[in-house]
């Protein structure tokens, strides 16, 4: 099933579609030693995550804020149950937060705004996400490896690098640099669609 498939079958609010936001977002997040921890002692069960999102995606209709942008439709699921345990916690908020509060543009009744984002949650994924594409590339061929360091990391130039490595061209280190890129993004990709 492709991910507008999966979209259109979790918001006409199917059985298939539902199964899947189990199967690959509730139950892999709910495991996860980011939210596993913070879930038991906040006392949150993958039921509750589940029904938090049944409840948002189609009784509130958030679903219809996903933007097909180059993300995946699991990644933006994952996050938004990351970001509802994440700000659980009942000290954080008090009993009831009304600080994110606003109007409801229907019934003018007011909601409170679960933040989905967390900034350092989000840098520390991309950093172990990074490692994780480079150790890839470093097992295909270690000198493009450490071509990719020495641009990416150390800001060498072409030139510099030629002279590092011993490689025969400043314009043979570019194409392979420009080979690593592609590499590392397809790595992403690849890693992104195993729930990393």
């Avoid at 892999?28 to 995606?57: C, H, N, Q, V, W």
């Avoid at 003018?108 to 989905?116: A, C, S």
Wanted: proline share 3%.
């Amino acid at each position: 099933m492709t991910d507008a498939e999966w979209y259109e079958h979790v918001k006409a609010g199917d059985d298939a579609g539902w199964k899947l936001v189990w199967e690959k977002v509730v139950e892999p997040e709910s495991k996860s030693l980011r939210s596993a921890e913070l879930m038991k002692r906040y006392s949150i069960t993958a039921g509750d995550l589940m029904g938090m999102l049944f409840d948002e995606m189609i009784g509130r209709k958030k679903i219809e804020l996903f933007r097909n942008d180059g993300g995946s439709f699991q990644g933006w699921l994952r996050r938004y149950v990351r970001g509802y345990v994440l700000n659980a916690d009942p000290n954080k908020h008090g009993e009831v937060s009304i600080d994110n509060a606003h109007p409801d543009a229907d019934d003018g009744n007011t909601t409170l705004e679960v933040p989905i984002d967390d900034v350092k949650m989000t840098m520390n994924e991309v950093w172990n996400m990074t490692h994780l594409c480079f150790k890839d590339l470093w097992t295909v061929d270690p000198e493009r490896a450490y071509i990719h360091l020495l641009k990416t990391r150390f800001f060498l130039s072409s030139e510099e690098t030629k002279d590092f490595l011993d490689v025969s061209s400043a314009a043979n280190v570019d194409q392979i640099f420009s080979r690593n890129i592609k590499y590392m993004r397809n790595a992403w990709v690849k890693w992104d669609k195993k729930g990393f």
